[in-house]
């Protein structure tokens, strides 16, 4: 018997069957990718590159940042040394040209060349003396522990003035300033300042001095600063010498330019007086040129200056400390001839540079009795010493100061006089 055959009907039904199932099979499979598509878009292998590469690109640029955080704390600190080492050697090329202006004067040779017009400036400041502790190795030693910067203030004081003293420190240490020297010119002020803990320096026995510093009065001790600032000079120290007749409401050394051997608060009671005008002198017989114009200034006050340790300094002090021991002279005339007297037949002028310090900063007390106190807007300014030295109640009268300005006691100085009675 013959093997069983298909009809033609059951062919084609069978095709048929099996060509569902493919499509079926394919629609699966179009709709698995549909979904993996949807639910791995970077397909497995390469999502997990990408988390890879991402981590490992994390990682360079944190590496980068903390590089470049270093590489520019660097740079900020080799800036900083840069910068020193330019200031440093701009004060060097200064020092230096100043010397070679003081080793040139004299010699007839071309030390410079002048630039163009309006360039040209002349020397403001003189260099420093190297410093020489052999002067007085105590003292330096002292210095060393109380000055900042080089400069310090500097009162002289015996028993005579220790009412106006103990104001005087006062007031300093109101205004936090820590950079000061009281120099004891007998022991009752070398007590008074240590149970004060007032730095205080007391000089070796010296008869030529001791006579006056322990009796003198206040023009007589005034004097002797001449000669007891010399040694601070020496040692290459700057020093504000202040009377004990002054009351402090601001630090000074922010205040000060620093750019002259002597800078010094005036007697001016105005800006004319006190920085110079013209004054033009009437003598009618003279007919057409009866008029001559003439230079004035008011003195500058030897209570109150500051002075560097340069050469002319060095000078002006010994000039003075010379006059004032042959002389019966009073000591600030004596500095402000030395100052500004003009070399002359007979005479030769000592070459120091000079600054007048503003009038309302470093306040006279005729300034403040007879202008300040009346004005309604000068009263608002802040001084930053007043020194009352036009009027003879000191004592008083600073007090007075320290409740106006300090204290904020806006009548404290109207029952004072504009002068003295």
Known sequence: MAGRREGPLMRVAGQHSRGSRIAAAVVVGVLIGCVLAFLYPDGFVKSSRSFSDSSRLSQVISSSCASSTERIKTLESQLAILTGKN???????SDLSMKL?????GNAKALYKAGPFGTVKGFRKNPVVI????VNPRLGKILQEVAINNELIVALANSNVQSMLEL??????????????VVALD???????????????????????????????NHQVSGLKFRILREFLQLG?????????????????????????????SDGHSNATA?????????????????????????????????RPTVPSIELLDRIADRLSKEKAWDQAVFNEEL????????????????TMDIYLFMNSKVLFKTVRKDSYLKKLKPVIVHLNYHPDKYERAKAVVEFYVNGKQNALDRFPDGSE
Request: hydrophobic content about 35%.
């Open 275 to 307: 920085y110079g005008y013209n004054d033009v002198f009437d003598e009618p017989a003279m007919g057409w040129s009866r008029y001559a114009h003439t230079m004035r200034i008011w003195v500058y006050n030897s209570g109150f200056f500051y002075i």
């Open 101 to 105: 202006q003081l080793a040139g004067q």
């Open 237 to 265: 120290y700057s020093v504000l010498l202040s009377d004990v007749d002054i009351v402090y409401i601001q630090n000074p050394f922010d205040h000060i330019y620093r750019d002259s051997d002597v800078e010094s608060m």
């Open 168 to 181: 005087w420190f006062t007031s300093i240490k109101k205004v936090g300033i820590k950079n000061y020297l």
């Open 131 to 134: 410093s020489d502790e052999s």
């Open 187 to 217: 022991e009752n002020i070398e007590r008074l300042c240590k149970e004060k803990d007032v730095p205080v320096y007391r000089r070796d026995p010296d008869e030529a001095i001791d006579s006056v510093a322990k009796t003198g009065g």
């Open 87 to 93: 200031r440093e050697l701009s004060s060097q090329i």
């Open 340 to 355: 500004f007297f003009p070399s002359h037949p007979g005479y030769e002028g000592l070459h120091a540079s000079k600054r």
